[in-house]
């Protein structure tokens, strides 16, 4: 049976004309749609690499430093000329350990000890540190007493960035701070090997400095895994905890509700006001030492319990409710259903939420630089309630310096720290990837 719509019964003349339903223009807008959006990633990918090469063109040289060995002398004569080191240790502290470098460095040069214009221009070759590096040789060893051994100690840091190229030598000498003379001497050393590049282990050891060649990211390091530590344990502890108790406890009222609003409020709060809280709290009202890693761990744990307690109880819900009544039906607590059963399964997405929530904590600055982590702080940290600095602090500290060679030493440290983040975040991934249950 053939079946004739309205339409075809109609002559065509009398038939309606076809509305043009905008096909074409629908697809032109979709298509520019998609442009616009595929040009939207394209500008931030852009932006975000040329971040990144900035960060890495200025920072990939502060993980080598450039050394001198020299074969230096110990000379009694100069160290202890009145022989009183057996009865007075201190003796060997207080030496003139700097004329032993210089005098090192002299005979390798050929300078003699009357051309004074050109043992004024050695003063500013080998770094500051030298003496002290050589103290410390010579006390540990006190053998090494009119030995010559053959030591490596830092160059300066102006002679270091001329050597790696980041100061221009074609400008003239009065507008730079490498003489000619000390040019001449840098590529005499570096032509026999005396003067050369190696990988600059001081950066993960050294604390801070006055002296770029001898700052490093040592303590800053101690003092954030001080700090992370403390977030782990306090932020994981009181966030899982309240998560449960909110999530499978707590009846649902206005109280529970005003408290879920605070904590979804707490976890848009900008970072300086909990340092405001850490310092009014736990330094002024509590008296806890100032720049002490506790106390900025304490306030990093506070700036991280909203993220931990919103991530906690998103994988706490997910956990689908047959599994629930499923251990209650079998003649659970609810104590027990919730630890035995729930928990475990809701586990990979709490540790991505920790992880997370500790990248960031990784990352501030503004907390801790009001509660007086930007001390200088020099020597690592025994405890948590020594004096401490953090890798973002030290990055921040060092921005503010206006010699070059703490540029570099910034952007390494810049390098370094988005290298955890990294980490933290692809953790954060695998795991949930790993572990995580599709229900």
């Known amino acids: ?140 060893n006190p053998a090494l007493m009119g030995q010559t051994v053959n030591i490596s100690m830092l160059a300066s840091a102006n002679i270091d960035s001329a050597f790696k190229g980041q100061i221009d030598l074609s400008v003239p000498e009065a ?25 600059n282990t001081g950066l993960f050891t050294f604390g801070a400095s006055s002296r770029p060649e001898t700052a490093g990211i040592g303590v ?18 009181i966030g899982v905890a309240a998560s449960i108790y909110l999530e499978e406890f707590a009846a649902k009222n206005r109280l529970t509700d005003l408290i879920e609003v605070n904590i979804n409020n707490l976890a848009a709060v900008p970072s300086i006001v909990f340092g405001l809280l850490g310092l009014a709290v736990f330094i002024n009202f509590l008296g806890m030492p100032r720049s002490a890693s506790l106390v900025g761990g304490i306030t990093l744990s506070l700036m991280t319990l909203p993220t931990i307690i919103i991530a906690t109880r998103a994988a706490l819900s997910a956990v689908p409710p047959s599994i ?32 997370i929530g500790l990248a960031r904590a990784l990352g501030e600055t503004a907390p801790l630089l009001l509660i007086g982590m930007v001390a200088f702080v020099a020597d690592y940290p025994t405890t948590p309630l020594d004096p401490a600095t953090a890798l973002p602090v030290q990055i921040y500290m060092w921005s503010n310096e206006a010699e070059r060679a703490f540029v570099e030493r910034m952007s390494g440290a ?10 933290m975040n692809l953790a954060a991934i695998v795991l949930r990837r790993k572990f995580e249950r599709r229900w």
Do not use: C
């Open 220 to 237: 800053a390091i101690v003092g954030s895994l001080y700090m992370m530590g403390i977030v782990l344990v306090l932020a994981l502890a």
């Open 324 to 355: 629930r009544a499923a251990a209650l039906g079998l003649g659970a607590s609810r104590m027990q259903m919730v630890f035995h059963h729930v928990l475990p399964l809701a586990m990979p997405g709490i540790l991505t939420g920790t992880i």
């Open 1 to 140: 049976m053939t079946v004739i719509t309205t339409d075809q019964a109609l002559p065509t003349a009398a038939r309606p004309p076809r509305r043009d339903i905008g096909i074409k223009k629908r697809y032109a807008a979709e298509a520019r749609f998609k442009a616009y959006g595929l040009a939207a990633i394209v500008f931030g990918l852009s932006f975000l690499a040329i971040m990144l090469g900035s960060i890495v063109t200025k920072g990939y040289t502060s993980f080598w430093q450039t050394n001198i060995t020299l074969p230096v002398t110990f000379d009694a004569a100069v160290l202890d000329p009145q022989n009183r080191r057996g009865s007075d240790p201190m003796v060997l502290v207080r030496a003139n350990y700097d004329k032993l470098a210089q005098q090192a460095l002299a005979a390798k040069l050929g300078v003699a000890d009357t051309d004074k214009a050109k043992l004024r221009e050695m003063k500013g070759f080998i770094s500051d540190s030298a003496r002290i590096q050589l103290r410390d040789e010579l006390v540990a």
């Open 414 to 423: 810049i390098m370094i720290l988005l290298g955890f983040l990294m980490v």
């Open 175 to 199: 507008r730079r701070k490498v003489k000619d003379q000390q040019i001449r001497w840098m590529n005499q050393l570096a032509a026999d090997g005396t003067l050369e590049q190696r990988f």
